[in-house]
């Protein structure tokens, strides 16, 4: 999907406590590969993953 303007707004990643598996950088990398142009972490009851998405995914150009 090249050039793709979809962009997933609903994620939880390892930080959203009971309820999310993914990794943010496994989130990353995909929407990365996929060419999202961004992508939203909406993790439950705190922000633990924060500065580590904000990082990682500005690394990728997200």
């Known amino acids: 999907m090249p ?18 598996a993914q ?4 989130m990353i990398r995909r929407a990365k590969d996929l060419d999202m142009p961004a992508v939203a972490m909406t993790d439950h009851g705190n922000v633990f993953g924060a500065v580590k998405f904000f990082q990682k995914a500005r690394k990728e150009g997200i």
């Open 3 to 20: 050039g793709s303007s979809f962009v997933h707004l609903h994620n939880h990643t390892e930080y959203s406590l009971l309820d999310g």
């Open 23 to 26: 990794s943010i950088s496994g």
